[in-house]
């Protein structure tokens, strides 16, 4: 099966904003619509891919403020766990926070559950709900090409913050435990900074080696 992953990094706080795809079904996604809209469209045309659905890992500001131009260039589809409504909803005065305007953000399906899948081009993942940085964060499993959109779950070397509005270190311990359960070889593809693999991180992330 072919597929394109491709990525920005974008905004004040450096994101990692993704459009994955089959260039041979000609359609793909966006996974989070953090920033930079005119680029991840341009991502999508260079790859020859019809966006058809933008699929949100988590609802903080960096990772949603380019979805009020994503949507209205191509009216499609938001997905969020519905956990992150409220931080979703809060967008503008997220971005009031950290010193960035964000507009009010389009609606959004707040369907994504835990067990559940979605489909990109034919190519199924599974939804696993992994609350810990924010309420209602997910990540995707694509299983057919064994690679992992985590989010802010997981970094290469660290994890994402326990210390925002609606985090939860127990939560967020509960969680790094599931994604330890994944094979070794998965490919994991976080919010921020480099790629990594779930093996490497179980040898060598202290927030996966230590108890905390």
Do not use: C
């Not at 009216?75 to 964000?102: C, K, R, S, T």
């Not at 389009?106 to 994504?112: E, G, I, K, N």
């Not at 090409?145 to 939860?168: E, K, Q």
Request: glycine share 12%.
């Amino acid at each position: 099966m072919t597929h394109i992953i491709d990525h920005l990094v974008v905004g004040p706080f450096a994101t990692n904003v993704y459009v994955f795809g089959d260039p041979e079904h000609g359609e793909g996604a966006i996974i989070d619509g953090g920033g930079d809209a005119e680029g991840l469209l341009g991502l999508a045309e260079k790859h020859g891919l019809k966006i058809t659905q933008i699929l949100q890992t988590h609802a903080h500001v960096d990772h949603v403020a380019a979805l009020p131009k994503l949507h209205e260039a191509l009216g499609v589809q938001i997905y969020l766990h519905p956990d992150d409504a409220m931080l979703y909803n809060a967008a503008p005065q997220q971005g009031m926070m950290f010193g960035y305007p964000v507009d009010p953000l389009p609606d959004a399906q707040m369907t994504l559950a835990d067990g559940g899948t979605v489909e990109v081009a034919g190519m199924e993942a599974d939804i696993i709900h992994l609350p810990g940085h924010s309420p209602g964060g997910v990540a995707f499993h694509f299983k057919s090409i064994d690679t992992l959109f985590v989010g802010d779950i997981l970094f290469a070397g660290s994890i994402g913050r326990v210390d925002l509005p609606g985090a939860d270190p127990a939560a967020m311990k509960a969680s790094l435990d599931r994604l330890k359960e994944l094979p070794d070889q998965t490919r994991v593809l976080p919010g921020h900074g480099p790629e990594t693999t779930i093996g490497l991180e179980k040898q060598r992330n202290p927030f996966l080696l230590q108890d905390w």
